[in-house]
């Protein structure tokens, strides 16, 4: 056990729908990233926040937004949903903003769009 | 643009086999890297690391990594796998500080199957 949750573990749910994925970090971690991971692709790194402050963007999509509240969980929305972005969704926590520090992942979140 | 990769998507070996997964990366300056390892029904976690020093480096269960500068490679090893290997390997890189080059870099992974 990492020590960060990620609910829901599935999601179900249908094209031009919107879903909130969220994520709580192992206690005392203030950085928070979220990734995406299709079939047979490495994670793509989607956003990260820290301390409640948007840190680093990657290839999020406009439809996606994050952000992390002061008790330091954060949701991902991905709204407008296509089949496309059906994927595993990590999140993933660190003490510090700096990705040379290790990562503590979740368990992921498996999206299906239909 | 950045990258990370990972040739071999699939290695099937059998118990007290030698392991060597390839990664390759194609930053310019300084760069560290990462190996990250997901066993069935588990999460991610980190195998090992370099950041700099030798580039021989050590990391749980067994593991090491071989950082070669010339030939772009941070190839994971191990002499004498195990059943309990069986996972998948994730290799990352990240470059030194500067705009949107500061985050992980991920490869697709290597799925790593051992036979008993």
């Known amino acids: 056990d990492s020590g960060v949750t990620q609910t829901p573990k599935h999601l179900i749910t249908a094209t031009g729908q919107r879903v909130t994925l969220r994520c709580s970090p192992r206690s005392g971690d203030l950085s928070v990233y979220w990734y995406q991971q299709s079939l047979d692709q490495g994670l793509q790194f989607l956003i990260q926040?820290?301390?409640?402050?948007?840190?680093a963007k990657g290839n999020i999509l406009e439809r996606f937004s994050a952000q992390q509240f002061p008790d330091l969980h954060s949701e991902l929305n991905l709204s407008s949903l296509e089949l496309g972005d059906s994927a595993l969704y990590f999140c993933?926590?660190?003490?510090?903003?700096?990705?040379?520090?290790?990562?503590?992942f979740g368990p992921g979140t498996r999206l299906t769009v239909l | 643009a950045q990258s990370v990769s990972q040739h071999n998507h699939h290695v099937i070996l059998s118990e007290a086999a030698s392991l060597e997964l390839g990664c390759n990366y194609s930053?310019?300056?300084?760069?560290?890297l990462f190996w990250y390892v997901q066993y069935p029904g588990q999460h991610l976690q980190l195998l090992l690391k370099?950041?700099?020093?030798d580039p021989l480096v050590k990391g749980i269960k067994g593991f090491e990594a071989e950082f070669i500068k010339s030939k772009f490679s941070f190839n994971l090893r191990k002499p004498s796998v195990q059943w309990s290997d069986t996972a998948e390997y994730f290799c990352a890189a990240v470059g030194a500080r500067s705009g949107s080059n500061y985050q992980l870099i991920w490869g697709a992974g290597t799925k790593l199957i051992i036979k008993p």
């Open positions: 993933a926590s660190s003490v510090r903003d700096s990705p040379y520090n290790e990562q503590f």
């Open positions: 930053y310019g300056g300084t760069v560290n």
């Open positions: 370099y950041f700099s020093g």
């Open positions: 926040y820290y301390n409640g402050e948007e840190r």
